[in-house]
Nanobody, 123 residues
């Protein structure tokens, strides 16, 4: 599956932004989807994940109640709605896919990656 992320930019603290990821090449509904991020000098972390049919979702504690992951299996899209943004959210964000037989909350399950889209949150 090929992934193309978009939607990053510069936003003030407290603002909102939505990231999008378009998938192509394989049956999208066969894959769990996730958003990772990597801040300067830090390791990449799993931010949010959604299972193949959208029925189960995971969020890292630092974004719970602020970020929402969703997917559209008709349009082959996955989204990350980010509200109440903080400077600590500044990072390059990546969308990723994992085979449906994997555990969707396991970071190492994700083996298909899009290019990153950069988010900068100013204070």
């Amino acid at each position: 599956v090929q992934l193309q992320a978009s939607g990053g930019g510069l936003v003030q603290a407290g603002g909102s932004l939505r990231l999008s990821c378009a998938a192509s090449g394989r049956t999208f509904s066969n894959y769990h989807m996730a958003w990772f991020r990597q801040a300067p000098g830090k390791e990449r972390e799993l931010v949010a994940a959604v299972n193949w049919n959208g029925g189960a979702k995971y969020y890292v504690d630092s974004v719970k109640s602020r970020f929402t992951i969703s997917r559209d299996n008709i349009r082959n899209m996955v989204y990350l709605q980010m509200n109440s943004l903080k400077p600590d959210d500044t990072a390059v964000y990546y969308c990723a896919a994992a085979g449906g037989g994997e555990y969707y909350r396991r970071s190492s399950a994700y083996d298909a990656w899009g290019q990153g889209t950069e988010l900068t949150v100013s204070s």
